[in-house]
């Protein structure tokens, strides 16, 4: 705007040509297009970004969160972690010692002192091979009925001594 008024202070002194009066004029007014495509640019992008949700839809959560609100983005950041506890099930090895008398469909409660979790481990196989390194067999389990955030990797104790 500063070089248009310039222009025409010159223009109107006969201190400067018609050409360049014209070519700071039509700079001005593409200036102000420009202005108004972004003005009209940011307005699209407040829309998108307003209608814009996330969701999760499977049993999970997130974790190592990388980013935060206002944060910019580029399609190579990676954002978080997401695990998905559908198919999470319990691994429990049993001393040899301790009589193998498990059936599938059995249910035992399990706790997370930690974190004072708890819910019940619901059997789904028995795995009768002797680990021979830790003399133990295997029962895996399905959780049920969880009071709280169930993690992979995560410790629990399973109170197998009501069978």
Not at 50 to 74: H, I, K, M, R
């Amino acid at each position: 705007e500063l070089s248009l008024k310039r222009n025409l202070i010159l223009s109107s002194r006969q201190a400067n040509t018609k050409i360049a009066f014209e070519q700071a004029e039509s700079n001005f007014k593409n200036a102000q297009v420009a202005f108004k495509q972004a003005l009209a640019n940011q307005k699209i992008a407040q829309i998108n970004y307003d209608n814009t949700t996330l969701t999760a839809p499977f049993e999970g959560y997130l974790f190592g969160l990388t980013l935060w609100e206002g944060s910019f983005v580029s399609s190579t950041n990676i954002i978080s972690t997401i695990s998905s506890t559908k198919d999470l099930q319990i691994q429990i090895p049993v001393p040899q010692t301790v009589k193998n008398t498990f059936t599938i469909g059995d249910v035992f409660p399990f706790s997370n002192p930690e974190q004072n979790l708890k819910g019940l481990l619901k059997i789904t196989s028995v795995v009768p091979f002797v680990d021979m390194n830790t003399k133990s067999y295997i029962i895996y389990g399905v959780p049920t009925k969880i009071n709280g955030q169930l993690m992979s990797g995560q410790l629990v104790v399973a109170d197998l001594s009501k069978h």
